[in-house]
């Protein structure tokens, strides 16, 4: 409802500062959402079908359910963007009434068909709703201290749930990193492909129906092949595309590869289906666990730019540098020479790698 207010409010009065507030709302208001609905997911299959959760069928049919729910938010992306670019052409009055009109129904089956797994007669839920109702006044301490010990839950997986949940913690890490490397593909697109920004959109394109048919057809293949299987076949498959990116410089084969390696965006299934189920294990509230989650990918999501850019900044002045030596190279000379520009991609491959190792030893 929110979201389709500031929406609203765009269509009303169209200027830089209400689209600013509403798309900052928006992404907000977002990442509530995705919190909200994995946290229903995962309350779901605690405690209800025990036998199956039992025998790991449970953890299959979570696997097939949170992918079925990545294909759907990556259809709304792709689709999205599609349609916001025409609607553009008409105005940002057309286009924001129309993204009104979206949320609104979003609102109304949130209010109408989602189901709340939050037990409130539960006797710690009526303390935690009677302490509310008896607390009269705004506690600004512990307010000022719940906001400066916010930015520790991004940290919460790591050092408080034991070495399994670490593990797993580290696992997503490694399979989210490469998905984080911001600008840096697009620029590397432009100076060493030569590719144009409509270029590249139909790759982004391309990666986005890529995402939509892995995630798809995931539900299919995890029933067949197992959860632990799958992930492990996800993560070869995600060493295509940076495989090739190394070793060629046509971006023609970089895309055959991806094409091949299509189901490398649905690698996380399997690690966040397991997080989950353990914390369901060990009696670990779901809106937490996703909260810290959501924490922990964001201070990624922030690092990950920084050493991308950093990597390819400093290989392409090391391929600069050792491609004007004169005489006789050296191994590592001739090395960095020819690959520098692609370290980003050799740390994704790295990283494949260990993600590969871990898996197979943890799951």
């Known amino acids: 409802s929110l979201i389709t207010l500031t929406n609203l409010g765009v269509v009303m009065y169209p200027s830089v500062h209400t689209i600013c507030i509403s798309r900052i709302i928006n992404v907000l208001c977002s990442g509530f959402l995705i919190i909200t609905t994995q946290s229903i ?33 990556s259809s709304g992306f792709l689709f999205g963007s599609l349609l916001g670019g025409r609607l553009t052409e008409y105005g940002e009055r057309i286009a924001y009434s129309v993204a009104a009109i979206f949320s609104a129904l979003a609102a109304l089956n949130a209010a109408f068909r ?10 710690s839920s009526v303390a935690v709703v009677a302490a509310a109702d008896e607390s009269k006044a705004l506690d600004w301490t512990s307010l000022k201290k719940a906001l400066l010990e916010a930015p520790l839950s991004s940290i919460q997986l790591l050092f408080h749930y034991g070495s399994h949940m670490r593990t797993l913690a580290l696992l997503l890490l490694l399979q989210s990193a490469p998905m984080y490397m911001g600008d840096v593909f697009q620029v590397f697109a432009k100076e060493e492909w030569g590719l144009k920004p409509t270029d590249f959109g139909k790759i982004v394109a391309l ?5 939509i048919v892995s995630n798809t057809t995931l539900s299919l293949i995890v029933k067949q092949m197992g959860l632990r299987t799958f992930s492990l076949f996800a993560i070869v498959s995600s060493l ?21 390696g299509l189901y490398s965006g649905a690698q996380k299934v399997g690690t966040t289906t397991a997080i989950t189920s353990l914390a369901n294990e060990r009696g670990i509230p779901q809106g937490q666990l996703q909260g810290e989650k959501a924490s922990m990918l964001a201070l990624l999501k922030i690092g990950c730019p920084v050493i991308y850019s950093a990597l390819y900044l400093k290989g392409k002045e090391w391929s600069m540098s050792m491609n004007d030596t004169e005489g006789n190279k050296l ?15 050799v740390l994704n491959c790295i990283l494949g790698v260990i993600a590969f190792i871990v898996t197979w030893q943890n799951m």
């Open 41 to 73: 997911i995962g309350d779901l299959f605690s405690g209800n079908n025990q036998k199956d959760n039992n025998n790991g069928h449970g953890k299959d049919q979570m696997g097939a359910v949170l992918g079925r729910q990545a294909a759907l938010i």
């Open 114 to 123: 989602m189901t709340d797994t939050l037990d409130l007669t539960s006797s």
């Open 207 to 211: 990666f986005g129906v890529l995402g």
């Open 240 to 260: 295509f595309f940076p495989m090739t990116a190394i070793f060629t410089n046509n971006y023609r084969n970089v895309l055959i590869a991806g094409s091949i």
């Open 331 to 345: 191994a590592l000379q001739m090395i960095m020479g020819k690959f520098g520009k692609k370290m980003p991609f």
